[in-house]
T-cell receptor, first 115, second 119 residues
Framework: DVKVTQSSRYLVKRTGEKVFLECVQDMDHENMFWYRQDPGLGLRLIYFSYDVKMKEKGDIPEGYSVSREKKERFSLILESASTNQTSMYLC??????????????FGPGTRLTVL | AQKVTQAQTEISVVEKEDVTLDCVYETRDTTYYLFWYKQPPSGELVFLIRRNSFDEQNEISGRYSWNFQKSTSSFNFTITASQVVDSAVYFCALSEAQGSGGGADGLTFGKGTHLIIQP
């Protein structure tokens, strides 16, 4: 069964802290993604990666960075957390699709609160 | 730039009614992919369907059906004989086939429709 796991379901941090959100997939997928979900805004892409050590900016990368040292793991880093980064963070993965586009599989999400 | 519009923020119906969720998209590409995802109260997005731009055939899966019309840039989702378990937020999403290739680019999501099925 397809599985994407995220390290925490709920996280509370203070302004200025460095925050790591971890995502692991067990499907040997090449592509991995980080989204944030906010009420009334839907899901917005932060960063994505199509290979180990490769990363690409999404629509809202400001204030975030990512790391992909191993194929199965994709980390989202908030260098200095701010209150406007309070959100639900969703990780996803998909298989490399050639000329097509396969569906993404999502993790359960991490609800981050920055105080 | 691509865009997905789900104009219905919230829909509430009584169980066993049919309900249609609207999705309108914008893209300059001739090759693109459309998706529907379900997000139940537990929070995890569940994939429902993928459709590519070359396939305008409607699809039915049990009580679910999808109507794809390129002429109106719409990809609507209908639930027949709704059930309480259908209560969730439903997202329509779009991806263009260009870019990095291999499906590596992210999806563009609509803002979602919150569907409430009352018993």
């Amino acid at each position: 069964d397809v599985k994407v796991t995220q390290s925490s379901r709920y996280l509370v941090k203070r302004t200025g802290e460095k925050v790591f959100l971890e995502c692991v997939q067990d499907m040997d997928h090449e592509n991995m993604f980080w989204y944030r979900q906010d009420p009334g805004l839907g899901l917005r892409l932060i960063y994505f990666s199509y290979d180990v050590k490769m990363k690409e900016k999404g629509d809202i990368p400001e204030g975030y960075s990512v790391s992909r040292e191993k194929k199965e793991r994709f980390s989202l880093i908030l260098e200095s957390a701010s209150t406007n980064q309070t959100s639900m963070y969703l990780c996803a993965s998909s298989v490399l699709a050639g000329n097509s586009y396969n569906e993404q599989f999502f993790g359960p999400g991490t609800r981050l609160t920055v105080l | 730039a691509q865009k997905v519009t789900q104009a219905q923020t919230e829909i509430s119906v009584v169980e066993k009614e049919d309900v249609t969720l609207d999705c309108v998209y914008e893209t300059r590409d001739t090759t693109y992919y459309l998706f529907w995802y379900k997000q139940p109260p537990s929070g995890e997005l569940v994939f429902l369907i993928r459709r590519n731009s070359f396939d305008e055939q409607n699809e039915i899966s049990g009580r679910y059906s999808w109507n794809f019309q390129k002429s109106t840039s719409s990809f609507n989702f209908t639930i027949t004989a709704s059930q309480v378990v259908d209560s969730a937020v439903y997202f329509c999403a779009l991806s263009e086939a260009q870019g990095s290739g291999g499906g590596a680019d992210g999806l563009t999501f609509g803002k979602g429709t919150h569907l409430i099925i009352q018993p």
